[in-house]
């Protein structure tokens, strides 16, 4: 008998966690009566997170048994192959994906495709969904979570195109200019790096200007993190190598402190896992002191220049809001802002959309968009899947080889 599989489109204000606890518990919603009285297995970044802080805490090496590398260490797509086999031990009656393809590259997506198209033949799949795109083909059932409410469709596609989004107001001017003489903010000359006499990066040239967009991409694995590592001053690797970061040669008495006052960075695990109760007008603000959440009384120019960031993204009515309490969409706007609103010489946005549902994605890249026209900050996107609308004025692509990563300019 053909097995039933089910895809569930999600926004960022559905109710996942309680779909998932109904749907795994002894009595599935309406809707999924197949499923009733088998046991299903979670498939997802809070499953693996899971593993890994038990391996770390317990050394319990349930899924990297087969080898000597812990799964911290590994690539994502190594990471979801390592619990899909730990799932498939199990020979659960079905299998939960919450959104299976974030942080995989495309080769890693396809070899992910595969195996969940061979699964499906013996094992229903539920596949809950934010990116239309990662829609899996023998999918033959879909709803949308409304919040907490299931609305089951007949055509899952609608309208996948790209709109670009209009702002009604320019990006705010910075309260003190970061000053930066120089042209030329970070360049690598000829890095080489190994982890455990393993190649990592090979003879990488790459060098950052004043006022340019950088895309960079790359396969899992391929380097992407110790290259940004290494801009940002934190990685020792780049010590006895032509590395120069704001002008000096990376462990010529330069401090860290040196590098992040004029940099500003952004990755969504800074973030998902916060839970200090602060509001949105002083998280935005907190970005002026380098802290996550305001300790101290804002001034009342910090003030004016939060309303002006919230006004541009439409977020000022929330201004006194928890943070805690929005959606992720809304979150990562306010980081994004938080990490420009100083407007640093240099941001880094490492994997900004992940997990983001098609709308606050597309909000998102339109807003980084309009940093790049509007402003001198240099800008370097990271991201796995490519980003419908960027306008990135050159991309930087590492290509995996047996003797490290080679990276080219494109």
Known sequence: MRKKHWAIFIDNHSDKEGFLELLLGKNPPFGFEELHGQSGSLFSKLALEAFIDEEERHGQRTLSSHT??????MSSGEQKKALLQYILGRSPGFIVLDNP????DSDSQEKLKTQLRQVAETTSIVQIISRRDDLLPFIDTYARLDLESLVFLEDPTGDTFWRPIGFKDRVPAPLNKINYGGEVLAELRK???SYFGKPVLKNICWTIKKGEFWELRGKNGSGKTTILSMITGENPKGYGQELYIFGRKKGSGESVWDIKKRMGYFTPSMTDKFTGYHSVEHMVISGLNDSIGLYLR???AQSRLAREWLQLIDMWHLREALYHDLSMGQKRL???IRAMIKH?????LDEPTAGLDDPSAQLFVSLVNKFSRESDTT???VSHRREPGLEPN???QLEMSPEGSVGNKL
């Open 68 to 73: 000597a590398q812990s799964l911290k260490t």
């Open 101 to 104: 393809f974030d942080n995989l």
């Open 191 to 193: 890095v080489n790096v």
């Open 298 to 300: 804002p001034t009342e």
């Open 334 to 336: 306010i980081m994004c």
């Open 344 to 348: 640093p010489v240099l941001l880094i």
């Open 379 to 381: 800008l370097i996107f």
């Open 394 to 396: 050159f991309i930087y």
